[in-house]
């Protein structure tokens, strides 16, 4: 409950730094994160491992099973379809070290990029869906690079009142805290390469946001939890 509150009281306080109501839903990449350009450079790379990665695509662990907590957007709606992740980054580092090993190249990418909370494949059965809701916390931004998109009838994604449709070999950076669905018809998988990296802030903000995120990641019941998750099935 004590974290529960500090997370409420912190996010009133960067929501009010990023703008409240104002802030936005997109970001541009170039004035807001350009080191993640650095992601975009090595798409190819990226991709390279991903399709690596997919060939096993029944072990990967499905988002719910990593954390109870998203079992609302993993589960809920099209429970007969799959919504996987294969974790590359994880802020308390450790645990990751068999997948990291599958994807070398975009480990050591990721690696480079400053400010990086977690990063994974996001990987959506054909026909699996997002229901709409809002990420739990606005110290961080989120960063989509699109990997593998169907052709016909595209997954689209809308965030606040404003929506996206992937393209591969692009990526978009949004604000996650907004309220946001995928909405999925389409007949192949969709894979986007996650990362999420600290919201940019003033410093003592900055400081007080890395601050939390690793008290969070490290000491919480539903982290421990987690991270106890990936070492079984990563």
């Known amino acids: 409950m004590a974290a529960e509150g500090l997370v409420r009281t912190l996010n009133a306080l960067f929501g009010r730094a990023a703008g409240g109501a104002r802030r936005p839903a997109f970001f541009d990449i170039d004035k807001t994160m350009p080191s993640l350009r650095l992601l975009d450079q090595h798409v190819a790379d990226i991709r390279g491992e991903m399709e690596s990665v997919l060939a096993d695509r029944e072990r990967i662990p499905r988002y719910h099973e990593i ?135 003033i410093w003592p903000l900055h400081a007080l946001n890395w601050l939390l995120t690793l008290v969070l990641a490290k000491h919480t019941e539903e982290a421990k939890q987690a991270r106890a998750r990936m070492a079984q099935l990563c």
């Open 67 to 201: 954390s109870e907590a998203e079992t609302y957007i993993s589960a809920r709606v099209n429970p007969d379809k799959s919504w996987r992740v294969f974790m590359l980054k994880w802020v308390p580092g450790g645990g990751l070290e068999s997948n990291r090993a599958l994807c070398p190249r975009t480990s050591q990418l990721l690696d480079r990029v400053p400010n990086v909370l977690q990063a994974f494949f996001s990987i959506l059965d054909a026909g699996k869906s997002i229901p709409a809701h809002d990420g739990p916390y606005k110290g961080y931004l989120r960063y989509h690079l699109a990997l593998k998109v169907p052709a016909v009838d595209p997954p689209q994604m809308r965030v606040k009142d404003q929506v996206h449709v992937w393209e591969e070999g692009k990526s978009i950076l949004f604000d996650d805290s907004w309220n946001h669905e995928v909405t999925n018809n389409s007949k192949e998988l969709r894979v986007v390469l996650i990362v999420d990296v600290l919201r940019p802030m």
